[in-house]
């Protein structure tokens, strides 16, 4: 089955680029995401990649897809304290008969002035 | 109101309780979610609906009771729970003709804090 697995803290100063990282099982996955879920809130979607590319850029965030490794970063430049919450990855599967999306643990992120 | 509205927001409730959890979206959407977060470990899928049909009952217990009246309303009715069952609730959404192609992208509530005592 699907498996997402990500590491939960990462902690990082004011101003610096954060990367939060995540491995994934299914090959056959077609979309990767990324969301971000702050305190008393739900999911937001932060950005996804097509299995098919390898990189995406949108403003301060940048994804990285490394698909042999089933590898997949994001990386927020110039981090902001209202940047800390818990970043979630997921994975759409290819080989189900509808989007089922899985999600991996998420990562805790603490940014300190 | 836009988006995926949930309420309530907090609920506390005993074992032998029955509630349930409401979930309305305002985004033309028709496929809808119920999603369950604990504490350290990953989001789970419990139900999906499609045009009020439901794809995905993914082994939930019967104490937990999906009802999609409309591709606008989605409930989930709550009865004879356990205490492990208190969790964040999760309702979403995503526009149906994803649902099989394309990204299907998710647009979630702000979740039903679940207390069971």
């Known amino acids: 089955g699907e498996d997402v697995e990500q590491s939960l803290f990462l902690s990082v100063r004011e101003g610096d680029s954060s990367v939060i990282n995540c491995t994934y099982t299914?090959?056959?996955?077609?979309?990767l995401y990324w969301y971000k879920q702050e305190p008393g809130a739900g999911l937001q979607l932060l950005t996804y990649i097509f299995s098919n590319m390898d990189m995406k850029q949108d403003q301060r965030l940048t994804v990285l897809l490394n698909k042999k490794d089933k590898h997949l970063s994001l990386r927020i430049a110039d981090t902001q304290t209202g940047d800390s919450a818990i970043y979630f990855c997921a994975e759409r599967a290819g080989g189900t008969s509808y989007g089922k999306l899985t999600f991996g643990q998420g990562t805790i992120l603490t940014v300190h002035p | 109101e836009t988006g995926v509205t949930q309420t309530p927001r907090h609920l506390v409730m005993g074992m032998t309780n029955k509630k349930s959890l409401k979930c309305e979206q305002h985004l033309g959407h028709n496929a809808m979610y119920w999603y369950k977060q604990s504490a350290k470990k990953p989001l789970e899928l419990m139900f999906v609906?499609?045009?009020?049909?439901?794809?995905e009952n993914n082994s939930v217990p019967s104490r937990f009771s999906p009802e999609c009246p409309n591709s606008s309303h989605l409930f989930l009715h709550l009865h004879t729970l356990q205490p492990e069952d208190s969790a964040l609730y999760l309702c979403?959404?995503?526009?149906?003709?994803?649902?099989?192609?394309?990204?299907?992208?998710?647009?979630f509530g702000a979740g039903s804090r679940l207390t069971v005592l």
């Open positions: 979403a959404s995503s526009q149906g003709k994803q649902l099989y192609t394309g990204a299907n992208v998710l647009t």
């Open positions: 609906y499609s045009l009020e049909e439901r794809v």
């Open positions: 299914d090959s056959s996955s077609t979309y």
